[in-house]
């Protein structure tokens, strides 16, 4: 499939798409016209992308992730060096802390509606 239907069946921009190319991400082969054209396994592997990226993690260590993950296609996934496993671990940890920081302020938050509610 050519960058604009991959674009439309993700809802990444086209933009996007050539970072995540460009970043290692994201794999197309090129036609005799020099367009982009990509297997149906992108689909899977841009909402992967975008996943992570909500995560909050880089496009460094995406790209050092990708390969330890299975694809759609449930081929077999590289194992992850100790170090990425570390530094996803600490990001897991951050991203446990944000949530126990954002339950208390919703917590705060329901106290102060229930005390104007009166």
């Known amino acids: 499939m050519r960058i604009g239907e991959l674009a439309r069946r993700t809802g990444v921009s086209e933009r996007s798409l050539r970072y995540y190319g460009q970043q290692g991400l994201l794999a197309s082969e090129r036609t005799a016209g020099g367009h982009r054209e990509y297997t149906e396994a992108a689909v899977d592997r841009v909402i992967r992308i975008q996943e992570l990226y909500a ?3 880089c496009s ?3 790209a050092q992730l990708l390969p330890c993950m299975r694809d759609g296609d449930g081929g077999p996934s590289a194992a992850a060096s100790p170090k990425l496993v ?3 671990t600490a990001e897991r940890d951050r ?3 944000m949530i126990a920081d954002l339950r208390r302020s919703r ?3 329901d106290e102060v509606i229930e005390a104007a509610r009166g």
Request: proline residues 0%; negative net charge.
């Open 55 to 57: 995560a909050g993690l």
């Open 86 to 88: 570390a530094d996803l």
């Open 60 to 62: 460094d260590k995406i």
């Open 95 to 97: 991203i446990d802390r």
């Open 107 to 109: 917590d705060t938050l």
